[in-house]
């Protein structure tokens, strides 16, 4: 893969890894670290991703037996295009008792 191919993937897939709980794998000069992807993002426009110099994103980690889950987005034409708004859900059962839900929303701003 190219340099940048996982962090682009990760903009796009960002909030289905988000709800099955995914974590990432940071390569740096100090050695490779391990994060839950939620903390990989900030909130900075600039800098919204929470990576040190020289640091990138390698692998990406599901847990071994992911809940159901699906993504749903909203967008101006049907390909190219980034979501206006998408959202993500995860959920697990055991029988018709909702045991975990996990939501994920885009396009949305936390400023004031």
Not at 5 to 31: F, N, S
Not at 57 to 72: F, I, M, Q, T, W
């Amino acid at each position: 893969m190219r340099a940048g191919v996982v962090d682009e993937l990760l903009v796009y897939l960002a909030p289905a890894l988000l709800v099955l709980q995914a974590e990432v794998d940071i390569a740096g000069p100090t050695g490779v670290r391990r994060i839950p992807l939620g903390e990989l993002y900030v909130e900075d426009g600039r800098a919204h991703l929470a990576l040190g110099p020289g640091e990138i994103v390698v692998s990406v980690r599901l847990p071994a037996n992911p809940p159901a889950s699906s993504y749903e987005k909203v967008r101006v034409r049907g390909a190219i295009d980034f979501p206006l708004a998408g959202v993500a859900v995860a959920l697990s059962r055991s029988g018709a008792i909702i045991t975990q839900l996990r939501i994920a929303l885009t396009g949305l701003t936390m400023a004031e």
